[in-house]
């Protein structure tokens, strides 16, 4: 009758030994750092449908992104109202132009070129959130611009500019990539420097804040576009770490 209850005793001490084995491995794995997710960076090339909200007004725009050419196209469609035609180089040579009767056209020699796929890099992140029917890894860019991703998919589904400004995506394709004829600007473009002068209010104008003027750009601050400054903390950060 000892030895039995002996036997059940030694039972009985293993299993909690075991419990209190696995408490504290469990207490361990759960007090280890986790690291934060990061924002997954930009395909090379990717066409994406964009609505944008400010203030009331909306605007859609057909985003052409084609990183190992150096380009960058946004179509701006404003409501029952006219496109604009966003054409970015990365040398800097930038294109506002319309393809209507008015046929007007400006352009700008800017200091830096289009984003870096990768230009989310050292983001804040500030948890998850839901966006649009999505669960999102939510992170702050500078505080200029918070980005939301889709936790199982990785795409981008939202970006809310400091301003209030918001494009939700609403398609991105990767790998889409726009025709080379598509990427000319019209030929009413390289006239001459008149026609420039007489179509500069293309930018202050019609420019909306997706269109990437540099920061410190004076003759640009009175419409300074949000991403800009995104853009400029992106230029820096690539510069200190080459």
Not at 60 to 80: E, K, S
């Amino acid at each position: 009758m000892a030895s039995k209850s002996n036997t059940m005793t030694s039972g009985v001490l293993f299993v909690w030994l075991c419990l209190g084995l696995g408490l504290g491995l469990g207490l361990a794995w759960s007090s280890a750092e986790v690291p934060d997710p990061v924002p997954t960076p930009w395909p090379h090339q990717f066409h994406s449908i964009l609505v944008m909200i400010a203030n009331g007004t909306l605007q859609i725009i057909d985003l052409w992104y084609d990183w190992p050419n150096g380009r960058n196209f946004n179509i701006i469609q404003h409501q029952l109202g006219y496109v604009l035609y966003d054409l970015e180089w990365n040398n800097g040579t930038s294109f506002f132009y319309t393809l209507d009767s008015d046929r007007k056209c400006s352009s700008a020699q800017l200091e830096v070129g289009i984003l870096r796929p990768n230009w989310l890099d050292g983001a804040n992140y500030l948890g998850q959130r839901h966006a649009d029917g999505f669960v999102c890894n939510v992170w702050e860019k500078v505080e200029f611009l918070t980005y939301y991703e889709d936790v199982l998919t990785k795409r981008p589904v939202l970006w809310v500019f400091y301003t209030g400004r918001e494009a939700h995506v609403m398609t991105f394709e990767v790998g889409a990539v726009l025709e080379d004829a598509k990427w000319q600007a019209p030929p009413y473009c390289f006239n001459s420097a008149t026609n420039h002068r007489q179509h500069r209010d293309l930018q202050p104008h019609f420019l909306p804040e997706f269109s990437m003027i540099h920061r410190s750009d004076s003759a640009s601050a009175s419409f300074l576009p949000e991403f800009s400054m995104i853009h400029s903390s992106d230029s820096a950060s690539a510069s200190s770490s080459g």
